[in-house]
């Protein structure tokens, strides 16, 4: 059985499901409520996928995470009301942010040569969108951004200090000792 087929069989089933309940006013249709719950299913999907092929599949996670943090802000925005559009927009800095983080945490260990490339958009995504983000809802004074910077650095530096090295021990082949019982040029 082909699981990523069966997946987007699930998804699809569910979907007309879905839409064949609204047809029938069963339930109560509103696409503005409606339409940011597919960019989280799509998100999901990934998410589902990436896990299924056995984390194999790592390219899928930067845009998985993306339309997940965006589908929850329009989720919050259009459907609870909970955001303002006005106060939150930097959280479209924070989704690739968060894009990255995933790469960088989900990825296979096998794979570690993305680490730098990805930590630091990271960290430089994740500091400017937090920092507008926290800006827009607190009053947040940007002389704190400099302590918060470098203690996030100390705390990845110590993750960094846990991470198990691959070490690469090269042995070579050692002659055996020559005794008086070996010749040291044998005759064919």
């Known amino acids: 059985m082909n699981k990523q087929r069966f997946i987007w069989g699930l998804i ?4 007309g499901l879905l839409l064949l309940l609204f047809r029938l006013d069963i339930l109560e249709w509103n696409w ?3 339409w940011p719950f597919i960019i989280v299913l799509v998100s999901v999907a990934m998410h589902v996928d ?3 092929s056995y984390r194999r599949n790592v390219g899928i996670l930067f845009p998985a995470g993306v339309l997940l943090v965006y589908g929850g802000l329009f989720v919050a925005v259009n459907t609870f009301g909970v955001l303002k559009m006005d106060m939150a927009w930097p959280i479209f800095i924070l989704g690739p942010a968060f894009g990255f983080w995933e790469l960088f945490l989900l990825r ?3 794979q570690s040569d993305i680490s730098g ?7 430089i995504l994740t500091f400017v969108g937090g920092g507008l983000l926290l800006r827009n809802y607190y009053d947040f004074d940007w002389y704190l951004m400099l302590p918060i910077t470098i203690m996030t650095v100390g705390v990845v530096m110590l993750l960094y ?3 198990k090295k691959k070490r690469i021990t090269v042995t070579t082949p050692v002659d055996p000792p020559i005794t008086p019982e070996t010749p040291n040029n044998p005759e064919p």
């Open 50 to 52: 990436f896990f299924l």
């Open 161 to 163: 200090s846990y991470r």
């Open 32 to 34: 503005t409520h409606f």
């Open 12 to 15: 699809f089933l569910g979907a």
């Open 117 to 123: 490339g990805v930590l630091v958009p990271a960290l």
């Open 108 to 110: 296979p260990s096998y």
